[in-house]
């Protein structure tokens, strides 16, 4: 086996993952004259888009600014055919960019990552593979994604199912074929409201299992314009710069405008225009204090739910889907096609297990408390153990054998979402505590890639062997990303963002709200000052 104990010495840096994040910093690293080696546990690069297939997935970023920054010529030769890109179209992307790279020598796949350990008298790391393999390193780097560990809710009897039973974080690669089926969806997250529509053109009945109503803004998506994507491709480098300097990772400018300082009708209109526009601009573009006011947040909320009495047929229907209780948008927004429309399918019910709750799965499909749903698939659209969970996964121990999960026991503390004290020579590419899942991904990505590089040609430069976030930077940095969440309405909702989502997970916002444009200031700001918060030795 190819292994960096078997005679060829440690790496200089083992990467975990081939996703946006695990290529962009193999292939940094590497420039750089790393000794630099990826493992990944699928059989080829694309993470999230390798594993999520399911019908309908789609990014709901638009596809002119998700992809990489530093591929010029790939930039302008990449077809920009639809607003969103469909999840083949990203596969197909990143797999060009392993190719276009020459990426695929340097990463080993199919290698699932089992335990990392940190061994303090060498300061060398050791991940164990699956496979019985052992790569020894100074560095590693995760760049396990954020929402890679998928969660599938422990309901009595599932394992009894006769059917098919498929998560949409894990879909097979092989085509399912539900025509004609019985199918039955869990969950009414960003995925599920992604394939609901899909599947109900497919199944034979589809049933929706929704335990929490969601709000959901039209994608309005389509073929773009040719002439746009002319203007898109002239600007690049200016979309680029202000993707980065934004608050999302995206290049649009938030509005100024307050939802209390306008008339009514003025707010309904700027709605509508942004509804009918769809997209991310509703929570970006209409008001500057959905997030931050309860009454300003109220005012979209109840245009959605209008919006939803507008088009679903059935009053009662209409009233179970119209979400409650949180404010808009503090669960992650999902954006679809024709979501609440599918509800006036006559294949399509929907089960409101608030007053009508799972009770077990059974042979014959999912039993809730007004009787059996008879199925012959059962899809699990329950999203993931967010942000923690793919690092849990790895089983990481640190100095002196401390688990990473017992020094998260209370939730995650990290230094910028990148470091942890007790874990010296551990990057973490988007972890918790850094802007990750509340951007752009690919932009947060490249952030935090070209960031480690720059520290680790540092440390080279310097003759420096081990760096090492400090306990107090760690403990003021965790503290300050629950501050600036606690400024906005973020931690009114059982969210997964919160952790809410995972039985006895700690609740803390795991993201930082404070944007992707002051984060990478802060970050940048750190290393010009020679790695403040570290100890580096
Ligand atoms: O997962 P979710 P997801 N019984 O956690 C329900 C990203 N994403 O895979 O709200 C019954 O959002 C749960 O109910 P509740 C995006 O960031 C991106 O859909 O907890 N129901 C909820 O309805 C997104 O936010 C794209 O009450 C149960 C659903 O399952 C994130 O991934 C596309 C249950 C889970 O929703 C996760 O989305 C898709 C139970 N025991 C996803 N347990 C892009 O476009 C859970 N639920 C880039």
């Not at 209780?325 to 954006?335: D, H, S, V």
């Amino acid at each position: 086996m190819s292994d960096s104990s078997s005679g060829q010495g440690p790496l200089d840096v083992l990467v975990i993952g081939a996703g946006f994040a695990g290529l962009h910093m193999v292939h940094k690293l590497r420039e750089q004259g790393f000794a630099v080696h990826g493992l990944e546990k699928g059989s080829g690069p694309g993470g999230t888009w390798y594993w999520n297939r399911y019908p309908g997935a789609r990014c709901d970023s638009e596809i002119m600014y998700y992809s990489f920054s530093f591929l010029p010529e790939l930039e302008q030769e990449w077809p920009l055919l639809e607003r969103y890109p469909e999840q083949p179209v990203i596969l197909r992307y990143l797999e060009r960019v392993t190719d276009v790279l020459d990426l695929r020598k340097d990463f080993t796949f199919d290698t699932r990552v089992t335990g990392v350990s940190y061994d303090e008298s060498e300061n060398l790391w050791t991940a164990r593979t699956e496979d019985g393999g052992e790569w020894r390193a100074r560095f590693v780097v995760t760049a396990v994604g954020c929402l890679s560990a998928a969660n599938t809710p422990d309901i009595p009897g599932a394992d009894t199912f006769a059917g098919r039973s498929l998560h949409t974080g894990a879909w097979p690669h092989e085509p399912v074929d539900l025509s004609g089926q019985r199918v039955g969806i869990i969950g009414t997250g960003a995925s599920a409201i992604q394939a609901i529509p899909v599947i109900a053109k497919q199944a034979g009945h589809l049933t929706v299992f929704q335990r929490t109503a969601q709000f959901t803004i039209p994608a309005a998506n389509g073929p773009l314009d040719p002439q746009f994507v002319e203007m898109w491709k002239q600007n690049y480098p200016e979309w680029r710069r202000r993707a980065r300097h934004s608050m999302a990772g995206v290049p649009y400018t938030a509005t100024d405008v307050s939802a209390l300082e306008v008339t009514p009708e003025e707010r309904r209109a700027r709605y509508e225009e942004t509804w009918r526009d769809g997209g991310f601009l509703f929570s970006l573009g209409t008001f500057n204090d959905l997030l931050t006011n309860e009454q300003a947040n109220d005012t979209a909320a109840d245009f959605v739910r209008s919006k939803i009495d507008e088009i679903v047929r059935d009053p009662d229907v209409a009233e179970k889907l119209k979400p409650s209780g949180y404010p808009i948008a503090t669960k992650r927004l999902p954006l679809d096609t024709d979501y609440y429309d599918t509800f006036n399918r006559p294949n399509v019910s929907l089960v409101d297990l608030r007053r009508s709750p799972i009770e077990e799965i059974t042979p014959e499909g999912i039993r809730t408390a007004d009787g059996l749903h008879e199925l012959d698939v059962i899809i699990f659209a329950t999203g993931f153990d967010a942000l923690t969970g793919p690092l849990s996964a790895l089983n990481i121990t640190g100095r002196g054998g401390r688990s990473l999960d017992d020094a998260w026991a209370e939730g995650p503390r990290t230094y910028l979402g990148l470091a942890v004290p007790g874990f010296p020579n551990l990057l973490t590419i988007t972890g918790p505590g850094s802007p990750s899942v509340l951007s752009n991904m690919p932009v947060s990505t490249e952030q935090h890639a070209e960031w480690i590089g720059d520290c680790l040609i540092h440390l080279r430069d310097n003759g420096i062997d081990r760096i090492e976030a400090t306990a107090d930077a760690t403990e003021a940095w965790t503290e300050h990303v629950q501050e600036v969440a606690a400024g906005t309405l973020y931690p009114r909702a059982a969210s997964w963002y919160m952790g809410a989502n995972i039985p006895g997970k700690p609740r803390l916002f795991l993201p930082y709200v404070g944007g992707v444009g002051v984060y990478r200031e802060k970050c940048d700001q750190v290393a010009a000052d020679g790695y403040t918060g570290f100890e580096l030795a």
